[in-house]
C-alpha cells in the first residue's frame, strides 16, 4: 500500500433530544491520497461532509481540500488548502509538522486557520474559527507510549478555548493474527465565555478507558482483511 493509492474515509452519525448537538447529526469525512512521488511525497484530495437539524432546521456542510504531505524516517509534514462550494468559499488553511527526535520522543503541531472541528450548530450565526495545537509523544518500550497535548481554539465571537489531554496506551497482547492494546485518557478544557448559542461550558472534564481488539482473518503478501472491535 505504501506505493498504491490509499483512500482513508470514516463517518459517523447520531439521533438525540438537545439542543445543542441537534435532533439528528452526522459527519462523513475522506482522503485519498496519490502514490508517492519523489520518494517522500503525496498529494490528497480531502471531502468533508456535515450535518445537522436544530429546531426543525437543517444545517449543511459541505468541504474541499487539496494538499501534499511530506513523510521522511524523522520529519514529517503536511499542508492542505480547503474551500467551500459556492456562494460562500470559506476558505481554510491547515499545516501539520512533525519530528521524531530519537526512538522515544516525538513531538508535533498543528494550525488549522478556519477549522473544521468547529461545533456545527456555531454555523448558523456565523461562527468562524482556528486552532494551534502542540503534541508531545514518548515511547518508553514496545509495549507503553503516552502523549500529551495542548490545544488553543479561538472564535471569532470573542471566545478562546484551551484544552489539556493526556494518554497512556499500552499493549496487552500482540502474536501474529491477534493485537490487543488498552487506552487510558484524560481531558480537560476550559473557556473565557458562557452562554453562547452553541454547546460550551466554561470548564469540563473527562476519563476514558477504551480496549482495542485486532482479528487477521486473512493475510496474503500486501493484502490484509482485519476485523476490529473497540
Same mark, same amino acid.
Given at each position: 500500500?505504501?506505493?498504491?493509492?490509499?483512500?482513508?474515509? &470514516?463517518?459517523?452519525?447520531?439521533?438525540?433530544?438537545?439542543?445543542?448537538?441537534? %435532533?439528528?447529526?452526522?459527519?462523513?469525512?475522506?482522503?485519498?491520497?496519490?502514490?508517492?512521488?519523489?520518494? @517522500?511525497? *503525496?498529494?490528497?484530495?480531502?471531502?468533508?461532509?456535515?450535518?445537522?437539524?436544530?429546531?426543525? $432546521?437543517?444545517?449543511?456542510?459541505?468541504? !474541499?481540500?487539496?494538499?501534499? %504531505?511530506?513523510?521522511?524516517?524523522?520529519?514529517? %509534514? &503536511?499542508?492542505?488548502? /480547503? +474551500?467551500?462550494? &459556492?456562494?460562500?468559499?470559506?476558505?481554510?488553511?491547515?499545516?501539520?509538522?512533525?519530528?521524531?527526535?530519537?526512538?522515544?520522543?516525538?513531538?508535533? #503541531?498543528?494550525? !488549522?486557520?478556519?477549522?473544521?472541528?468547529?461545533?456545527?450548530?456555531?454555523?448558523?450565526?456565523?461562527?468562524?474559527?482556528?486552532?494551534?495545537?502542540?503534541?508531545?509523544?514518548?515511547?518508553?518500550?514496545?509495549?507503553?507510549?503516552?502523549?500529551?497535548?495542548?490545544?488553543?481554539?479561538?472564535?471569532?465571537?470573542?471566545? $478562546?478555548?484551551?484544552?489539556?489531554?493526556? =494518554? @497512556?496506551?499500552?499493549? /496487552?497482547?500482540?502474536?501474529? +493474527? !491477534?493485537?490487543?492494546?488498552? $487506552?487510558?485518557?484524560?481531558?480537560?478544557?476550559? %473557556? =473565557? +465565555?458562557? &452562554?453562547?448559542?452553541?454547546?460550551?461550558?466554561?470548564?469540563?472534564?473527562? #476519563?476514558?478507558? *477504551?480496549?482495542?481488539?485486532?482479528?487477521?482473518?486473512?493475510? $496474503?503478501?500486501?493484502?490484509?482483511?482485519?476485523?476490529?472491535?473497540?
Amino acid at each position: 500500500s505504501k506505493h498504491l493509492w490509499w483512500l482513508h474515509s &470514516e463517518g459517523r452519525s447520531g439521533r438525540g433530544d438537545g439542543r445543542f448537538l441537534g %435532533s439528528t447529526h452526522a459527519h462523513f469525512d475522506s482522503k485519498l491520497f496519490t502514490p508517492p512521488f519523489k520518494h @517522500w511525497h *503525496r498529494g490528497f484530495f480531502h471531502h468533508l461532509y456535515q450535518t445537522a437539524t436544530f429546531e426543525k $432546521r437543517v444545517v449543511d456542510r459541505h468541504r !474541499f481540500g487539496i494538499g501534499l %504531505s511530506y513523510d521522511r524516517v524523522r520529519f514529517g %509534514s &503536511e499542508i492542505e488548502v /480547503l +474551500r467551500n462550494p &459556492e456562494p460562500d468559499p470559506d476558505y481554510g488553511f491547515r499545516w501539520l509538522t512533525s519530528y521524531r527526535f530519537d526512538d522515544y520522543w516525538h513531538a508535533s #503541531a498543528e494550525f !488549522f486557520y478556519n477549522a473544521d472541528d468547529l461545533p456545527i450548530k456555531g454555523r448558523v450565526v456565523g461562527l468562524r474559527g482556528s486552532y494551534l495545537s502542540f503534541n508531545l509523544g514518548i515511547r518508553t518500550s514496545d509495549l507503553d507510549s503516552y502523549r500529551l497535548s495542548l490545544t488553543h481554539y479561538y472564535f471569532n465571537d470573542g471566545n $478562546r478555548k484551551w484544552s489539556l489531554g493526556l =494518554n @497512556w496506551d499500552h499493549q /496487552l497482547y500482540i502474536d501474529h +493474527r !491477534f493485537w490487543l492494546s488498552n $487506552r487510558i485518557s484524560l481531558y480537560a478544557s476550559t %473557556s =473565557n +465565555r458562557r &452562554e453562547r448559542y452553541y454547546f460550551n461550558p466554561k470548564s469540563d472534564m473527562s #476519563a476514558e478507558n *477504551r480496549v482495542d481488539l485486532r482479528h487477521t482473518i486473512h493475510r $496474503r503478501y500486501d493484502f490484509k482483511f482485519i476485523q476490529r472491535f473497540v
